[in-house]
């Protein structure tokens, strides 16, 4: 089963560590964007306790960067949110 929000939310963060000003914050944008490639196709979906340390992730970076690099992360953060609200629990 494919988590289309995740894949999409992974495919911006992708472009987001491409488009990153620092080093630093483009290898966390890379490890992002590859966990949650990884989830979107998992058998099973990730809790909200996982989803809310992504978002906590996509909150600091949306800080520390700016530009195309920021506006890719805010949509993937919008799209994180958007499968998260329908993640049963909590």
Not at 26 to 35: I, M, N, P, T, V
Not at 49 to 64: M, W
């Amino acid at each position: 089963m494919t988590r289309d929000a995740l894949a999409t939310a992974s495919d911006l963060l992708t472009s987001a560590a491409q488009s990153a000003d620092s080093d630093d914050d483009g290898q966390r944008l890379s490890e992002l964007a590859d966990q949650l490639d990884r989830l979107s196709t998992a058998d099973e979906g990730p809790d909200h306790g996982r989803l809310a340390r992504i978002q906590n992730a996509l909150h600091d970076l949306e800080d520390s960067t700016d530009g195309d690099a920021t506006d890719a992360i805010v949509e993937a953060h919008e799209h994180v949110k958007e499968y998260r609200s329908g993640v049963e629990g909590v």
